[in-house]
């Protein structure tokens, strides 16, 4: 039997030596699920990937529907592959951690978008906390590179929670509370696009004025952390997904005013969030409004005095002179209500605007306590 020449063991020895400390470093080319000749996902590939932009998506539920690409996106990620370059995912999970994974464009991006769509989808919550926020501040891509994200928008924890938000919060008071908290992302010199997907299941409808909120304080928290540019696309997903994020608390302009009577007292309590426009004193519906008022109001007698008190929920950062003249603006529109329903001007008594310094329920921060108030107070 021949043998190698004592140099070509040597050297035989020292490759193998070499494959063996690259296997141990972790390098995915090392992997038992590489089997040469086969292709490879473009999902976490065994080479290196060059990262110029970042896709954030956060974990399914059954609140909202499948995420689908738009072919305007496609294209900005078919030209990163022309150029040799892929993307990170940053994946959201329902308790609100973030990981990334690197994606393989280079290598075909029509594939890659085919294969990071798929896992985008599958991604399902098993926790009841979404944070499209935590995503932003998660990102690993070189600054000022492009970032994607892929979610309803409806943020259920942090400091974008939009079951505190109520959809009334004023837009930059919502930015300076997230600024202060820590949680605003550096997103300097980046270009950023959200698609929002479609809600489905218990979640409600947005309208078209919380669409409009919905949009400002992203974009306004995506400004603020420094964006040069921010885009919007309405999602086309129709197949609703899986997971278990509850749905957001979407206030109703055609909710019932609660009412309620203890003894003389009668109190009908109108939920701002509902009835007003954003950081406005403006009815969203002023003849819906009129009609439940007026079966609130049923009959009065002449000793009747009624008091109209406008309140706002505490959100940190808050400005409260803006929240006490907005609260007394709001009660003022539903004095003037009360008195298109034939409510005798003397009757009213009091109109006031607390801001955030009476809460109605605690703690301060309820969205319950964003409402006007009107009590009944009989005196025969």
């Given amino acids: 039997m021949s043998r190698r020449p004592l140099a070509l063991r040597r050297l035989s020895r020292t490759t193998a030596v070499v494959a063996v400390a690259l296997c141990l470093g972790g390098l995915s080319a090392c992997s038992s699920g590489s089997t040469p000749g086969t292709s490879e996902s473009p999902l976490a590939p065994s080479k290196p990937v060059t990262v110029a932009g970042s896709v954030v998506s956060t974990a399914g539920s059954a609140s909202e529907m499948d995420i689908v690409v738009p072919d305007p996106i496609k294209a900005s990620w078919a030209d990163l592959g022309s150029k040799g370059s892929g993307v990170e995912w940053v994946q959201v ?196 409004t009129l009609k439940a008022l007026k079966a609130c109001v049923g009959k009065l007698d002449t000793t009747t005095k009624i008091t109209v008190e406008g309140h706002t929920a505490g959100v940190a950062g808050a400005d409260n002179t803006f929240a006490k003249n907005l609260s007394t603006q709001r009660a003022t529109e539903v004095a003037a209500l009360l008195r298109e329903l034939k409510v005798p001007a003397q009757n009213i008594t009091k109109v006031v605007g607390y801001g955030s310094s009476k809460p109605i329920v605690p703690p301060a921060s309820n969205p319950k306590n964003r409402a006007v108030v009107v009590t009944f107070t009989s005196q025969s």
Avoid: H
Avoid at 177 to 182: D, E, H, I, L, W
Avoid at 205 to 218: D, I, P, T
């Fill in 93 to 288: 999970g329902g308790d609100a951690k973030a990981t990334a994974t690197p994606v393989d464009l280079a290598s075909g991006a029509d594939v890659a978008t085919t294969a990071l769509t798929k896992a985008m989808n599958e991604q399902t919550a098993s926790a009841p906390d979404r944070s499209a926020l935590a995503g932003l501040s998660a990102l690993k891509s070189p600054a000022g590179d492009p970032v994607w994200v892929f979610s309803p928008l409806l943020d259920t924890t942090g400091a974008l929670d939009f079951n505190q938000l109520a959809f009334d919060e004023s837009p930059t008071t919502v930015v300076k509370a997230a600024k202060k908290a820590g949680e605003l992302p550096d997103l300097k010199g980046r270009a950023v696009v959200f698609v929002v997907t479609p809600v489905a299941g218990e979640q409600k409808k947005l309208s078209a004025l919380q669409v409009g909120y919905q949009r400002a304080v992203w974009e306004g928290v995506a400004r603020a952390g420094g964006a040069k540019k921010v885009t919007f696309y309405d999602g086309t997903g129709t197949t609703p997904r899986t997971g278990t994020v509850n749905a957001v608390d979407v206030p109703d302009p055609n909710d019932a005013i609660n009412s309620q009577t203890q003894g003389k007292v009668s109190t009908c309590t109108l939920p701002a969030p509902a009835l007003f426009v954003s950081d406005q004193p403006t009815l969203i519906d002023k003849k819906a």
